[in-house]
């Protein structure tokens, strides 16, 4: 990995946390790249939020259990909303 760690500490300053957000990038970037996880979750520093965002927008599982983060639980309503648009279409035909 080429990435300076001071700078991309720098850069999590602002978020708060950031030798700890630090750390868990660069050794969930590791491990990812490695390619040593079959599961998201299994990723160093991956919570609630990050899982549930690649599950929705990378493997497009959005599952039945609403999300707790607001962005999310918005998106997961449209997009069940626009199923059952298509369903009732579909039994129209």
């Known amino acids: 990995m080429t990435a300076d760690l001071d700078e991309v500490t720098n850069i999590c300053k602002p978020l708060g946390f ?3 957000r630090t750390q868990n990038l660069f050794k969930m970037t590791e ?3 490695a390619s040593n ?3 998201v979750r299994e990723l160093p520093g991956v ?3 990050c899982a ?3 599950e929705i927008f990378v493997e ?3 599952g039945s259990e ?3 983060d607001h962005a999310l639980l918005q998106y ?4 069940k909303h626009h199923e059952r648009k298509k369903r009732e279409e579909a039994q129209e035909i």
């Open 18 to 20: 950031a030798n700890r």
């Open 31 to 33: 491990r990812f790249i």
């Open 37 to 39: 996880w079959d599961n």
């Open 47 to 49: 919570g609630e939020y």
């Open 52 to 54: 549930r965002s690649y």
């Open 60 to 62: 497009g599982v959005v």
């Open 66 to 68: 609403p999300p707790k």
């Open 76 to 79: 997961f309503d449209w997009i």
